[in-house]
């Protein structure tokens, strides 16, 4: 995209001044979700129930399937703080916004 520009400050953050992407959702998550789950990982767990599920219910069910039960047996791994926050982008084609809807 031509209007795209990379922030000097930090090669993370893209400008884009036209909204052509397709993304469904994003994902916002602390280190310690980073520390149990590849990118793909995170986005594969949320795709494969993001039809269906509100997006705190995924984060709700992440959560509990990546703490550890006792962090000294993994090395502290999922054992951190965790935080995430699941942002649907397109709400209005999925299955549990058809319920809310239908039954508010």
Known sequence: ??????????????????????????????????????????????????????????GKEMLDDIISGDPRTTQGIGGDNMTIMIIDLQPHFKGYYRHLVQNP
Do not use: H, M
């Not at 090669?11 to 979700?33: A, H, K, T, Y």
């Open 1 to 58: 995209n031509s209007n795209s520009k990379k922030n000097d400050d930090n090669d993370d953050v893209v400008d884009d001044d036209e909204q052509e992407s397709f993304d469904e959702f994003i994902i916002l998550g602390c280190d310690g979700i980073w520390d149990c789950l590849s990118n793909q990982q995170a986005v594969d767990y949320v795709n494969s129930r993001i039809n269906e599920q509100l997006p705190t219910e995924i």
